[in-house]
Nanobody
């Protein structure tokens, strides 16, 4: 089991930047692939970015590629999402998630409570 707590959300103007953090506890952090997801009211949760267990492989949704950077610090058991050139459509609750790196499925098993990001135009 792993517990995840997001922080860093807030209100920013379009074109601004924001960094989200996710603190993990409960199990060995490096055993998990980590991901960022977001959800707006009335919409399905969507994938934003992922980071492999050692930080060497990252992937991004097309909508954020080139603007967002995901990273991790295993020594601090933390995951980060640096967001730049923010757009109003980036407004959502952002969640961090974890899945065991050697799991047979690609599903994320653990989720944080989320942090609100609001981008004004």
């Amino acid at each position: 089991q792993v517990q995840l707590v997001e922080s860093g959300g807030g209100l920013v103007q379009a074109g601004g930047s924001l960094r989200l953090s996710c603190a993990a506890s409960g199990r060995t952090f490096s055993s998990y692939t980590m991901g960022w997801f977001r959800q707006s009211p009335g919409k399905e949760r969507e994938f934003v970015a992922s980071v492999s267990w050692n930080g060497r492989i990252t992937s991004y949704a097309d909508s954020v590629k080139g603007r967002f950077t995901a990273s991790r610090d295993n020594a601090k058991s933390s995951l980060y999402l640096q967001m730049s050139s923010l757009k109003p459509e980036d407004t959502a609750v952002y969640y961090c998630a974890a899945r065991f790196r050697l799991a047979s499925s690609g599903e994320y098993d653990y989720w944080g409570q989320g942090t609100q990001v609001t981008v004004s135009s």
